[in-house]
């Protein structure tokens, strides 16, 4: 037996096609699966790009004028030989404060 949502579900239904009539609701459907194609090939492209900057190292074809503060960071802790994956940003901070801290007094000596 159909229970209370399902009615909703039908009722809305029932209403869109008395709305937009029969012959909308393929292009309604059509505008739907573009939509969601375009929110899929944008969130591959995120995180395409996110994994991009988190396991390459910076080059000139990938760096732009104006960096990010974590571009910044990485880039430093990379230069400074830290490995920086699976880290959160304070553990890498946190390692270049002490390999600054081991760098500085190497050269006081």
């Known amino acids: 037996m159909l229970e209370g949502w399902e ?3 039908i009722g809305i239904v029932a209403i ?3 709305l937009w009539g029969p012959s909308k609701i393929p292009e309604f459907a059509r505008a739907l699966g ?3 194609g375009e929110f899929d090939k944008a969130s591959r492209e995120f995180q395409n790009s996110a994994l991009s900057d988190n ?3 910076a080059t000139a074809s990938n760096t732009s004028a104006i960096k990010s503060r ?3 960071l990485l880039e430093t802790a990379r230069n400074l030989g830290i490995v920086t994956g699976g880290k ?3 553990e890498i901070s ?3 404060a002490v390999k600054v801290k081991l760098l500085g007094s ?3 000596d």
């Open 7 to 9: 009615w909703i579900i």
């Open 88 to 90: 959160t940003r304070e």
């Open 55 to 57: 396991n390459t190292p």
């Open 94 to 96: 946190e390692e270049i």
């Open 34 to 36: 573009r939509a969601k």
């Open 70 to 72: 974590d571009e910044i």
């Open 16 to 18: 869109v096609i008395m």
């Open 106 to 108: 190497s050269t006081d």
